[in-house]
Antibody, heavy 123, light 108 residues
């Protein structure tokens, strides 16, 4: 079964750091681009960051650029999101998602999503 | 950056109704458009990608159309399990991979 399992969400103070992990199973992880999407309470979906498969290029939303770092460890089938200098407005459920098409240089629709992990930033 | 505008933001409909949701891109995105369904407390589910290709396992009452800047998601006969929020998203070789604001489909 194709599956994504996020962890690492927690309560953090403004200016603090968290690292989210997303463990993949059931597919060849290295062959797919991966993405983080977040959803603030009661709000819509917001794209956060994406990384191509293999030696992947990385991309960030302006709202997190310079504060968040996406990375992947293909040997461990794991996607990461290092979140530094957290702000109250980063409070959200964070989902990892798998591209629907194997490495083709395009970020396609996301066909597999994790269950999400909650990040709360508050003093 | 490409902006995605969805309309309406919400609608009320009855079981059996035909429902249409539109999504407009601020510049051409060819057919690189996804539609998702999200139910409360759940992760989004990919319905259609690219613009008119139904994902495996998605009921045939869902359909997508359009290319360039104007896209449509249609539910031909609304079922009780279809009450949810729907999002469009533009796909790209170069992010940001913008989502539309969402359309909440509620029971009339």
């Amino acid at each position: 079964e194709v599956q994504l399992l996020e962890s690492g969400g927690d309560l953090a103070q403004p200016g603090g750091s968290l690292r989210l992990s997303c463990v993949a199973s059931g597919f060849t992880f290295s062959s797919y681009a991966m993405t983080w999407v977040r959803q603030a309470p009661g709000k819509g979906l917001e794209w956060v960051s994406s990384i191509h498969g293999g030696v992947g290029g990385t991309y960030y939303a302006d709202s997190v650029k310079g504060r968040f770092t996406i990375s992947r460890d293909d040997a461990k089938n794991t996607l990461y999101l290092q979140m530094d200098n957290l702000r109250v407005e980063d409070t959200a459920i964070y989902y990892c998602a798998k591209d629907s098409v194997t490495n083709n240089g395009i970020f396609d629709g996301f066909d597999v999503w994790g269950q999400g992990t909650m990040v709360t930033v508050s003093s | 950056d490409i902006q995605m505008t969805q309309s309406p933001s919400s609608l009320s409909a009855s079981v059996g109704d035909r429902v249409t949701i539109t999504c407009r891109a601020s510049q051409s995105i060819s057919s690189y458009l996804s539609w998702y369904q999200q139910k409360p407390g759940k992760a989004p589910k990919l319905l259609i990608y690219p613009a008119s290709s139904l994902q495996s396992g998605v009921p045939s009452r869902f359909s997508g159309s359009g290319s360039g800047t104007d896209f449509t998601l249609t539910i031909s006969s609304l079922q009780p399990e279809d009450f949810a929020t729907y999002y469009c998203q533009q796909s790209s070789r170069t992010p940001p991979l913008t989502f539309g604001g969402g359309t909440k489909v509620e029971i009339k």
